[in-house]
């Protein structure tokens, strides 16, 4: 078992990327979950120009039984990570009388349902080991909601409340669980760039105090 690995599920060339990088050049060894080969492969190499090595597969979050099969192979395969990130997002463009049910449900289960599949197959493994952060990625929408992007706004509320229960849930078994509320558009340059939001992924890994750390300007 590699008790110092961390988890992207969801990882892309952005918030994923800067997340690997931020755990990775403290010497963890960074596990890529993305729904895209050639996406995949990128951000491997992208890590080895910063001697990170990275290892991955290719799982899609909106599909909850594939990924938690998944995720289930990974752990008898890797161990069990210390750190599991939910990056994964997914939004139909809409106000919330436009958007159609269909869209949205699918949007909700990358938004919240893959997270919550991916905390229930990692979740019993990190009790087994007495120790562990979970990780979500939220979004200022969960907040202050836009109509058109309704479909987003109702993904965000969701993941937010069930990172809010889950930091309740696990206090008493000495695990940690936290949302980074980011509240803003992702840019480099910006607040809102993914060194700064890596680095602060991992200052709540660290200091596993807040259940929610909001990311503002």
């Not at 990358?110 to 009790?127: C, D, E, H, R």
């Not at 058109?148 to 008493?172: C, F, N, Q, V, Y």
């Amino acid at each position: 078992m590699n008790s110092s690995s961390i988890w992207i599920v969801g990882a892309g060339c952005g918030i994923g990327l800067g997340i690997a990088k931020s755990f990775g050049k403290r010497g963890y060894a960074p596990v890529l979950i993305t729904k895209d080969e050639d996406n995949l492969q990128h951000m491997k190499q992208a890590l080895l120009e910063h001697n990170i090595e990275a290892t991955g597969i290719v799982a899609y979050s909106g599909d909850v039984k594939g990924l938690t099969a998944a995720l289930t192979e990974l752990l008898e395969a890797q161990g069990t990570p210390e750190v599991l990130v939910y990056n994964a997002s997914a939004h139909t463009p809409g106000y919330p009388s436009e958007v159609s049910t269909e869209d949205m449900l699918q949007d909700f289960q990358v938004n919240v349902l893959g997270a919550a599949a991916s905390v229930q197959t990692v979740l019993p493994k990190m009790k087994e080991q007495g120790k562990g952060s979970i990780l979500l990625t939220g979004g200022g929408q969960a907040l202050h909601p836009t109509a058109t992007l309704a479909s987003l706004g109702i993904g965000k509320s969701g993941l937010r409340s069930l990172a809010l229960s889950l930091h309740d849930e696990l206090k008493p078994h000495g695990l940690y669980a936290g949302t980074l509320t980011v509240c803003g558009f992702v840019q480099e340059g910006t607040p809102f760039d993914s060194k700064s939001i890596g680095d602060a992924f991992y200052r709540m890994h660290a200091e596993k105090k807040e259940a929610e750390v909001q990311l503002k300007p």
